[in-house]
């Protein structure tokens, strides 16, 4: 839902001169399928291990009992990611700006909870207001 | 289309009902709960990277198996990153 959700507002994100991308420790041909299977036009990245939701600090291990239930779904981490450690990144989204500096960020530990991407826009028209006034 | 957090908050509704095509019994219910409350207990969501802190550089490869790179990006602007757990 939420990469549809995106998706619907892309094209407001490239008019304000801005770009998406999504991170995932999913492998490439899975990435690949889910891209096609929703008609995304910004990049779905494989972010193999985690490594960079790490840096974001976002990563946290699976207790026990939540794996059992898990793989009773009939969900594999370690199909999916090569994670043998069960390890997930929170959900998380950030804004950066050219300068690399994080200037909007939602971050949940409830995972059914997702910031709205209307206001991902809004924080964009942010940016591009300060920009304006600063030049 | 509605906005994206009332779309989840109906799935949830849907799923937490037991009825099909989930069929999720109390006990999973129960279990995602914990888990849930768990890790907003253990505070990982402050100590995430935050607003004002400089964001890490990453080189991936996209779906097309295209190596990216976050630095390309930013030098044509703001970038949108978001964070996805799965499809699964």
Redesign the interface.
Known sequence: MELEALQGIYSEVKALGAQIVVLTAELERYTRALHKKLNLTFDILTDLYLKTAEQFRLVYVLPDYLRELYRSFGNALDRFHDEPEFRLPIPARYVIDKHGIIRAADVSADYTIRPEPSDTLNALRALKTNARQVA | ?G???S???E??REFESGAPPYNATHE?IE??H???A???A?G??N????????????S??????VE?N??D????????????????
């Open positions: 289309m906005n994206l957090q779309r989840l908050d799935f949830k999973v279990t995602m914990r888990a849930t768990e890790l907003e253990s990982l969501a100590k995430a990277l935050k607003i004002g802190d400089r964001a890490p550089r990453f991936l490869f996209n779906q097309d198996h990216v976050s630095a990006l930013l030098r044509q602007g703001p970038l949108v990153v978001s964070f996805f757990r799965g499809h699964w």
